[in-house]
C-alpha cells in the first residue's frame, strides 16, 4: 500500500501541471535566440553571452518595493550549499540540489513534479571541491546534468527517466563533477573539479543523442608539447587547471570561452616553476573540433589558489568607430579584464578590489608581481584571500547602463606554502589564513564596461559569493551571507527592496522568469528556494 501511495502522489504531481508543458522541445534555434523569450530561462547565464539581463519589465524600479514570496521549496538533502542555477522552460523550472539531485518543479506553484539521483558510491574524493551542483542544460526533449562522481547524464524532461549514463572520468584520481553543462548544436559540453588535488583538466564535448564523447581539450600540455616547458623539467607530481565553471559561446564566431582552475600544488610553486600554461586561464576553443583557437592568462605561476572559472561574459562595443567583440571578466585575483574574443588580445585591466601582490599589468595585461608576495611557511599576507576578488558566482551585463555587475569581496589573508607536489589521495597542499574584522566586506559593484572604472557600489556586511542580476525593469538583484534578498537601482545602486530569507550563504545564481504574464524571481538561501512575485 505504501508502494501505491506513493505511486498515486507522482501521478497526481504530474497531472497538476498541463500535459502539453511537460513535452519540451527546446530547439538549438530557440537557444540561440534565448533574449526574445524573456520568461523563460533556458540557460546557465540566461544566453549563449552569459549578460544575465532579463527583458522582463513588470517588476521595475517604481514596483519592486511591493515584492513578496509566493512560494518555498525546501528540498530533502544533505546540508550543502545550493549553487544552482534554474533552468525554466514553458513553465517548468529544473533545478539541481546536492549532491547530484535534478528535480523538476511547477514555476508558477513551486509543487515537485519528478526527481532524479545519482547512485552514488559510499566514497567520493572531492577534496577542494564543493558538494554541490550548479545546475542542468535543456536541449530538446532532454535534461542534462553532471554528478559528483564524474557522470554526465541525460534525462527525459517530462519523465525524469535516464536516456543514457555515461562515466567522464575516475573519481578515485580526484575527478569531479558539479557545473551546469553548456549545450549546443547537437553536442554537451562539460568540464571538471579536483584541480587542488593534481588532476589533469580537461574540456569535453559529447553528443547530445547518444552521450559518445566527441573530442576532449586537455588544459594542461603532455610532455614534450607545447606550454610544457612553462611547467619546469619535471612535471610529475604536479597538474590542476580544472574547468568547473561553465564557459560562454559564440555562435558567429563557433567558438567556447571556458576558463581554466589554478595549479596544483596550490601554495607552493618550487616544482613547477614558470607559467604553467594553461592554468588560470580563458581558452577560446573551436566548438567542432575541440582545437584551442587562442588563451589569455591571467595569474601565471599561480601560488594564491586563484582560479580563473569566473564566467566570460560577451558584448559588442564600437571602439574607435569600428564595431567590435569583446567580453569581460572578474577575476579571482582582484583585477578586470576586457579582452578582444576575436583574437584574445588584451584591451584593459584594472583592480576592482584591493589588491596587494601586483604593480599592475603590462600593456599584454600580463600582471607585474610585486617581491614578497609568495607564500612563506610562516604566512604572507596578501590581498584578495584564496577565495579572491570574486568568486564562481556569476555577474551580470545590462546592455541599457552598460555596466558589468559584480559582487566583490573586500579580504586578505596570510597564505602558508604547502608541500612541494601534490600527494593523493593523502592531499596536504598548505593554505590561507583568511584575515576576519572590521576592515572586511562585500559589494556589489557597477563597473563601465570598456574601462572598468567604479560607477557605484553598495556595501554588505561580509564579503559574499553571490550572482547578480541585472533586468530591462532597471533593476539588479543580489543576495548575501547573511540570507537577505535585495534590488537596487542598476544605474545609481539605491537600495529598493529588501527581504530577510532567513537562511545563509544566498549562492544559487538568481535568476527571472514569467508564467502566464506574471513575472517571478526565484533564489535560494540556505536550504530553500524562494519564489516571488508581486501583488
Not at 547524464?153 to 525524469?160: E, N, Q
Not at 579571482?332 to 576575436?342: C, P, S
Not at 585591466?349 to 599592475?360: D, H, N
Amino acid at each position: 500500500m505504501k508502494a501505491l501511495r506513493c505511486a498515486l502522489v507522482c501521478v497526481v504531481s504530474v497531472l497538476s501541471v498541463p500535459m502539453r508543458s511537460l513535452a519540451q522541445d527546446v530547439s538549438y534555434e530557440r537557444l540561440l535566440h534565448a533574449d526574445d523569450t524573456p520568461q523563460d530561462w533556458l540557460m546557465y547565464g540566461g544566453d549563449y553571452q552569459s549578460q544575465r539581463f532579463s527583458g522582463l519589465t513588470q517588476v521595475n524600479r517604481k514596483n519592486v518595493r511591493s515584492l513578496k514570496p509566493v512560494w518555498m521549496y525546501q528540498p530533502d538533502h544533505p546540508l550543502q550549499p545550493m549553487e544552482t542555477s534554474p533552468v525554466v522552460v514553458n513553465g517548468i523550472m529544473y533545478i539541481t540540489v546536492p549532491l547530484s539531485t535534478v528535480i523538476a518543479l511547477d514555476a508558477r506553484l513551486g509543487t515537485k513534479i519528478w526527481s532524479w539521483s545519482a547512485k552514488l558510491p559510499e566514497k567520493i574524493y572531492t577534496v577542494g571541491v564543493h558538494r554541490s551542483n550548479r545546475g542542468v542544460a535543456v536541449l530538446g526533449d532532454t535534461v542534462y546534468a553532471e554528478t559528483l562522481d564524474a557522470h554526465l547524464v541525460a534525462l527525459d524532461a517530462t519523465t525524469g527517466a535516464v536516456k543514457w549514463n555515461v562515466h567522464v572520468d575516475d573519481n578515485n584520481l580526484g575527478y569531479a563533477m558539479t557545473g551546469a553543462p553548456r549545450v549546443l548544436n547537437g553536442k554537451v559540453i562539460v568540464g571538471v573539479s579536483g584541480g587542488d588535488v593534481g588532476i589533469r583538466g580537461f574540456v569535453d564535448a559529447y553528443d547530445a543523442k547518444t552521450g559518445r564523447r566527441l573530442w576532449r581539450l586537455w588544459t594542461i600540455p603532455s610532455p614534450g608539447e607545447p606550454g610544457s616547458e612553462t611547467w619546469g623539467k619535471d612535471m610529475s607530481g604536479t597538474g590542476g587547471a580544472g574547468t568547473w565553471g561553465t564557459g560562454s559561446y559564440d555562435p558567429e564566431l563557433n567558438l567556447l570561452y571556458w576558463t581554466t582552475g589554478n595549479p596544483a600544488p596550490d601554495y607552493n610553486g618550487h616544482n613547477r616553476e614558470g607559467d604553467n600554461l594553461y592554468s588560470d586561464s580563458l581558452l577560446a576553443i573551436d566548438a567542432d573540433t575541440g582545437k584551442m583557437k587562442w588563451y589569455f592568462q591571467f595569474t601565471p605561476h599561480d601560488t594564491h589558489d586563484w582560479d580563473a572559472i569566473q564566467v566570460p561574459v560577451l558584448f559588442d562595443q564600437t571602439v574607435g568607430g569600428k564595431p567590435r567583440k569583446l567580453l569581460a571578466l572578474a577575476n579571482r585575483n582582484g583585477f578586470y579584464y576586457v579582452l578582444d574574443r576575436v583574437t584574445g588580445e588584451y584591451v584593459a585591466g584594472v583592480p576592482f578590489v584591493k589588491q596587494t601582490w601586483a604593480k599592475g599589468l603590462d600593456d599584454k595585461g600580463r600582471p607585474i608581481v610585486l617581491p614578497n608576495t609568495e607564500p612563506t611557511p610562516k604566512g604572507q599576507l596578501v590581498y584578495p584571500d584564496g577565495h579572491g576578488g570574486t568568486n564562481w558566482n556569476s555577474p551580470s551585463y545590462s546592455p541599457q547602463t552598460k555596466l558589468f555587475y559584480v559582487s566583490a569581496r573586500e579580504i586578505g589573508a596570510y597564505t602558508v606554502e604547502g608541500q612541494p607536489k601534490v600527494h593523493f589521495p593523502d592531499f596536504g597542499g598548505g593554505g590561507r589564513i583568511t584575515l576576519t574584522g572590521d576592515d572586511a566586506y562585500g559589494a556589489i559593484r557597477a563597473l563601465d564596461v570598456m574601462t572598468g572604472k567604479l560607477q557605484w557600489e553598495y556595501r554588505m556586511l561580509a564579503p559574499a559569493e553571490a550572482s547578480t542580476l541585472a533586468t530591462a525593469g532597471g533593476l539588479v538583484f543580489a543576495g548575501s551571507n547573511e540570507g537577505n534578498f535585495f534590488a537596487l537601482d542598476a544605474a545609481s545602486g539605491k537600495l529598493l527592496w529588501e527581504f530577510t530569507v532567513g537562511g545563509t550563504n544566498s549562492e544559487s545564481n538568481l535568476i527571472t522568469y514569467a508564467v502566464d504574464g506574471k513575472q517571478y524571481l526565484i533564489g535560494a538561501s540556505g536550504n530553500c528556494f524562494v519564489a516571488f512575485a508581486l501583488p
